[in-house]
């Protein structure tokens, strides 16, 4: 059974950036699409970006333009860069991989496609 593990989280003034990453492990991770997605308390957990195998990304809306999600194909690590963040950034982070069972080019947006996850990293974000 696979295992990821996220750090990089923390406190941030809005303007500032952080640097999420999850490391990836027993997984076939040539078959796996990656995503990144939050939630806050009482709220539904939301996509945030999501990368297939070969780099094909997707971004919410709220993040285009300041966030960057990249993965390490060989480390088996994924990461999110996030620059400019804003107070509604808040939120705890999850790392999620689809088993797609062959080679994920398209990485999907949906959440509940998302079957295995983090444990969570907390960003908070000031003002």
């Known amino acids: 059974q696979g295992q990821l593990v996220e750090s990089g989280g923390g406190s941030v003034q809005a303007g500032g950036s952080l640097r999420l990453s999850c490391a990836a492990s027993?997984?076939?991770?040539?078959?796996?699409?990656m995503g990144w997605f939050r939630q806050t308390p009482g709220k539904e957990r939301d996509v945030v970006a999501v990368i297939g195998y070969y780099g094909r990304t997707r971004y919410a809306d709220s993040v285009k333009d300041r966030f960057t999600i990249t993965r390490d194909n060989s480390k088996q690590y994924l990461y999110l860069q996030m620059n400019n963040l804003e107070p509604a950034d808040t939120a705890t982070y999850y790392c999620a991989a689809y088993l797609s069972g062959n080679y994920c080019f398209v990485p999907p947006i949906e959440v509940e496609k998302y079957t295995h996850w983090g444990q969570g990293t907390q960003v908070t974000v000031s003002s």
């Open positions: 027993g997984y076939d991770y040539n078959s796996i699409c």
